[in-house]
């Protein structure tokens, strides 16, 4: 979690609307809030589980890391695609964020800004908007603005400096890959793929597992994101061991060596293949002076991905490489919570102006 200070030009009288920023992710979900002098950040998994109390009969729910742990059988993560795209998921991601925001006190009197991915979906985004409208927060304004750009308003300067720029965002989600140039703000060029994912890589490191232990063992896809999150890393990965239980009784010691680093390596090659082969010819056909002003500037990754130690500087050293031309790569400070964190400033900024 990452609390800021307030600056004293940034605080704000109690009368006033609290601003809040929001990113109901596929994987995890960030409100950001001013709490007293603080801008404090809350995150948590972004799925939910329903049970029987016992006592009453009545039908439960817990969201989270506790639903995720207690109920690991029939936890919904009910935005894996990116979106609520159905009525089931809209009503489930709901009542998720519903919990949520209750749990962390989230005031109605607020103007609420959230981010959304830069993908071409009605439905869902249509979905997205009526669970965040329905929470019951966001009484004075609820806005909507990408979460590549939103993302990128921590990484590049204080305040809104990057509003008021040039520049490219790669956000490197667990469902898409997006990449957009911006221009004072305006998307132009946006670009998504859902070839090159942190799902994906999931996917990668069990497949990798069952390959480097012989068959011995197969893991489930969120073991194999608790072994991303916990031991990958470009700067200095070590092997680690685990433990299975065997199904005729006892337990059984494995050792990971390549399977981690492996899928990543690959993460990084694909990402760089659709940057550079894809999505930045897309942009120079369009916007010639754009795409060339856009490389002397440094190119911001957000995301989940992101998080990887030594991953920005990898995918820096490779993307120069491919275009046979030096780019600077640079990302937000704690990634995951970047896009609610511009969000909150966004919005605060229409708190400031009294733009609401």
């Known amino acids: 979690m990452l609390d800021e200070e307030m600056d004293d030009e940034e605080e704000l009288d109690e009368e006033n609307p609290a601003p809040v920023g929001v990113k109901l992710g596929s994987t995890r979900t960030v409100v950001v809030q001013p709490q007293g002098n603080v801008v404090r950040t809350h995150e948590t998994l972004t799925c939910l589980a329903t049970y ?91 806005r909507s603005y990408p979460e590549s750009l939103c993302g990128s308003v921590p990484a590049l300067g204080g305040g809104l400096d990057a509003i008021n720029r040039i520049f490219i965002a790669i956000n490197m989600g667990s469902t898409n890959l997006e990449a957009c140039a911006y221009r004072r703000g305006e998307q132009l060029s946006g670009f998504s793929t859902g070839s090159v994912t942190g799902n994906e890589v999931d996917r990668w490191i069990a497949n990798n597992v069952e390959e480097e232990t012989q068959g011995r063992v197969n893991i489930d896809q969120t073991t194999a994101r608790e072994y991303k999150e916990e031991y990958g890393d470009f700067n200095d990965f070590q092997p680690f061991t ?115």
């Open 52 to 142: 029987q109390d016992v006592l009453t009969g009545k039908r439960r729910a817990v969201y989270g890391e506790e639903a995720a742990n207690e109920y690991p059988e029939r936890v919904q993560f009910m935005l894996r695609s990116g979106l609520p795209e159905d009525d089931e998921r809209a009503e489930t991601a709901a009542t998720f964020f519903n919990k949520f925001a209750r749990a962390n006190n989230v005031p109605e009197d607020s103007v609420v800004v959230y981010a959304i991915p830069t993908i071409d979906n009605e439905r869902g985004l249509s979905n997205l908007a009526e669970v965040i409208e329905q929470s019951g927060i966001g009484s004075q304004l609820i």
């Open 242 to 356: 685990d433990i299975i239980q065997q199904p005729g009784g006892g337990t059984h010691e494995f050792t990971i060596e390549r399977s981690v680093v492996d899928a990543l390596d690959r993460y990084v090659d694909e990402a760089v293949d659709e940057i550079a082969n894809e999505f930045l010819p897309q942009l120079a056909n369009r916007y010639i002076k754009i795409y060339k002003q856009t490389l002397e500037e440094p190119i911001v990754l957000t995301g989940g991905m992101a998080c990887i130690p030594g991953l920005v500087e990898e995918f820096e050293d490779r993307l120069s490489k491919e275009l046979q031309h030096e780019v600077e790569v640079t990302a937000p400070e704690e990634p995951v919570t970047a896009a609610a964190r511009g969000a909150q400033r966004i919005a605060q900024r229409f708190v400031e102006d009294d733009a609401y």
